[in-house]
């Protein structure tokens, strides 16, 4: 079974200074990862998602992820953090045995003006 | 419609009564997904759509919960005799059908705005 986890619940910056936001995957196979921002009172929104075409995935509002098949990793990065990128991010895998969406359990982003 | 819509955006219920929660999938995506959002919790998978095909119910937590899609279109999900361990955000998401792959072709899913459902 897949599985997704986020290492850090909460993780508070400054704007101006680098995100990262980290996330681990478990799979006997590549999978196909994501990552979806929530804005309070707000829908999911998509913000990347990698599909095996390159490791290094480019998202909306600067976003980027890089995936890692040694490290099993999918972290999100941005250079600079905007107050406008506070907000809750879910690292996600598909689950294609299933057909649904595996979620990790959330990373909320706090930035210090 | 543009985008997936969910209504009614809150709900409060009494303990033990029923509650219908709805989702309007995004016109042309064949695949219609339920998930919840507990406080504290991160995202459950509760029942998925595609087409015609028999549901996957695996992620209801138990009989008190049901779902049915008409049509191929909206769905209504029912929680009978709510406790307050239902109370949660319920999240609708959809997507273009799987090709024979068994892989969406663009992993297009869109998610609702969601339901909040509180349980007094």
């Known amino acids: 079974a897949q599985s997704v986890t986020q290492l850090d619940s909460h993780v508070s910056v400054s704007e101006g200074t680098p995100v990262l936001l980290r996330c681990n995957y478990s799979s006997s196979y590549s999978p196909s990862l994501f990552w979806y921002v929530q804005h309070p009172n707000k829908g999911l929104q998509l913000l990347l998602k990698?599909?095996?075409?390159?490791?290094l995935v480019k998202g909306i509002n600067g976003f980027e992820a890089e995936f890692k098949k040694s490290e099993t990793s999918f972290h999100l990065t941005k250079p600079s953090a905007h107050m406008s990128d506070a907000a809750e991010y879910f690292c996600v895998s598909l689950d294609t045995g299933r057909r649904a969406l595996t979620f990790g359990s959330g990373t909320r982003l706090q930035v210090q003006p | 419609g543009a985008g997936v819509s969910q209504s009614p955006s809150n709900k409060v219920t009494e303990k033990g009564k029923d509650v219908e929660l709805r989702c309007d999938p995004i016109?042309?995506?064949?695949?219609l997904y339920w998930y919840r959002q507990s406080l504290g919790q991160g995202l459950e998978f509760l029942i998925y759509?595609?087409?015609?095909?028999?549901?996957?119910k695996s992620g209801l937590p138990s009989d008190r919960f049901s779902a049915e899609r008409t049509g191929g279109s909206v769905s209504t999900l029912t929680i009978q005799r709510t406790q307050q361990e239902d109370s949660a955000v319920y999240l609708c998401?959809?997507?273009?059908?799987?090709?024979?792959?068994?892989?969406?072709?663009?992993?297009?899913?869109?998610f609702g705005s969601g339901t909040r459902l509180t349980v007094v």
């Open positions: 016109s042309g995506h064949t695949a």
């Open positions: 759509f595609q087409g015609n095909s028999a549901p996957d």
């Open positions: 998401a959809s997507s273009l059908a799987l090709n024979p792959g068994g892989m969406s072709a663009n992993y297009g899913y869109t």
């Open positions: 990698y599909t095996s075409a390159a490791t």
